[in-house]
C-alpha cells in the first residue's frame, strides 16, 4: 500500500507519496504526467460543480472530533513523534518541515524536488498569519 498526500499551496498542489518501507519519496506539482490521476481530479471537479452543498448539508466538527482527526493524521505521517515533524534525510543536502513535508532549498540551491516552504510562508502571510522573522 502506497500513502499519499495530497496538500494545496498558493503556487499549486503537492502531492507527496509514500511507499511502506517509507524510503520512497515521489514529490511533484500537478498536472501530473498520469493520466489517470488526472482524469480522477477532473472528475471530481467537474461533479463538484453539479453537487453543491446548502448549508443545511454541512456539519460542524467538535473540538473532541477535530483532536481525534489531527492525532490520526499525526499518528499516520509521522508515528505521533515530535521529533518527525522536521528532517534532514540522508542523502538530501535540504530540511523539510511538518506534516507536508515542506523543502527549504538554501538561497540559490537547486534541486530535483520542488521547494514549497516559501509557499508556505506566504500561504500563512495571506491568511493573515504572523511569521518568525
Not at 523539510?96 to 502571510?125: A, N
Request: charged letters at 15%.
Amino acid at each position: 500500500m502506497i500513502s499519499l498526500t495530497i496538500v494545496k499551496l498558493p503556487s499549486g498542489w503537492l502531492i507527496n507519496s509514500k511507499k511502506p518501507n517509507g524510503l520512497t519519496n515521489l514529490r511533484s506539482k500537478l498536472p501530473v504526467k498520469s493520466r489517470r490521476i488526472n482524469a480522477v481530479i477532473a472528475i471530481l471537479g467537474i461533479g463538484s460543480l453539479f453537487c453543491p452543498i446548502s448549508a443545511a448539508q454541512t456539519s460542524e466538527l467538535t473540538g473532541a472530533q477535530s483532536q481525534w482527526i489531527a492525532e490520526q493524521i499525526f499518528a499516520n505521517e509521522c508515528s505521533s513523534e515530535v521529533k518527525c515533524l522536521t528532517s534532514w534525510n540522508i542523502g538530501e543536502d535540504f530540511p523539510s518541515f511538518g506534516l507536508g513535508h515542506f523543502i527549504w532549498y538554501r538561497q540559490g540551491q537547486q534541486e530535483i524536488y520542488q521547494e514549497t516552504f516559501p509557499d508556505l510562508i506566504e500561504f500563512y502571510h495571506t491568511q493573515g498569519l504572523e511569521t518568525p522573522n
